[in-house]
């Protein structure tokens, strides 16, 4: 399968613990996406990634969250001190930006978390 | 900031009747818009996106939308639905740089048998 993958599909943890999830991208995608989605809503975007380099942070992204694309390649997302309120699945997209690509998003499976 | 609206948050119908999902948006400028399918139990996937040309985008499984900028709207439509079609139905919209990626909150349809 040459989709987007994330790892793990769910995670369980308890109020107050850190939580790092990855995501690996279509390998020739330049664009990596973190969105949040709880449900009966639509997806939220929390951040992305050209390359390497983070270009755009939503204004709700709390400083307890950090996402990180060292080479380029895959990303991670990681929730410090979790709340309850963080409890959602997390989506990861990837896309091809520039002159060969049109920027359509490919989505992964997500990663559910539940904090107790 | 971009915000996108679905005019319905759940539609009900019968196979074979047809369809439309209304979305509007708001954002001043050059915009490009997406409709995503969330089959259950299944991730997004890509139903069909306007760029630009032709305002009327025909996408997978027979959906087609129109763009209309006057009314800032991209309704989703289909001639007549099936079983298959039950899912969660987003719209999305980006400007032109690819950024400000932002979702409707989707409409679910149910088909009936």
């Known amino acids: 399968d040459t989709g987007v993958s994330q790892d793990p599909r769910h995670k369980i943890t308890k109020r107050g613990q850190n939580v790092t999830f990855r995501c690996d991208p279509i390998?020739?995608?330049?664009?990596l996406y973190w969105y949040r989605q709880t449900l009966g809503q639509g997806p939220e975007f929390l951040t992305y990634?050209?390359?390497?380099?983070?270009?755009?942070k939503s204004r709700l992204l709390s400083d307890r969250f950090s996402a990180e694309r060292p080479k380029g390649s895959f990303s991670t997302l990681e929730i410090q001190r979790t709340e309850q309120g963080d409890s959602a699945m997390y989506l990861c997209a990837s896309s091809l930006w520039g002159l060969a690509g049109t920027n359509e998003q490919f989505f992964g499976p997500g990663t559910r978390l539940t904090v107790l | 900031a971009q915000s996108v609206s679905q005019h319905n948050h759940h539609v009900i119908l019968s196979e074979a009747a047809s369809l439309e999902l209304g979305c509007n948006y708001s954002y001043g400028g050059t915009v490009n818009l997406f409709w995503y399918v969330q089959y259950p139990g299944q991730h997004l996937q890509l139903l069909l996106k306007?760029?630009?040309?032709?305002?009327l985008v025909k996408g997978i499984k027979g959906f087609e939308a129109e763009f209309i900028k006057s009314k800032f709207s991209f309704n989703l439509r289909k001639p007549s639905v099936q079983w298959s079609d039950t899912a969660e139905y987003f719209c999305a919209v980006n400007d032109d740089y690819g950024q400000n990626f932002v979702f409707g909150p989707g409409t679910r349809l149910s088909v009936l048998p």
């Open positions: 990634f050209q390359n390497e380099a983070q270009l755009e």
């Open positions: 390998s020739e995608h330049n664009r």
């Open positions: 306007y760029f630009s040309g032709d305002p």
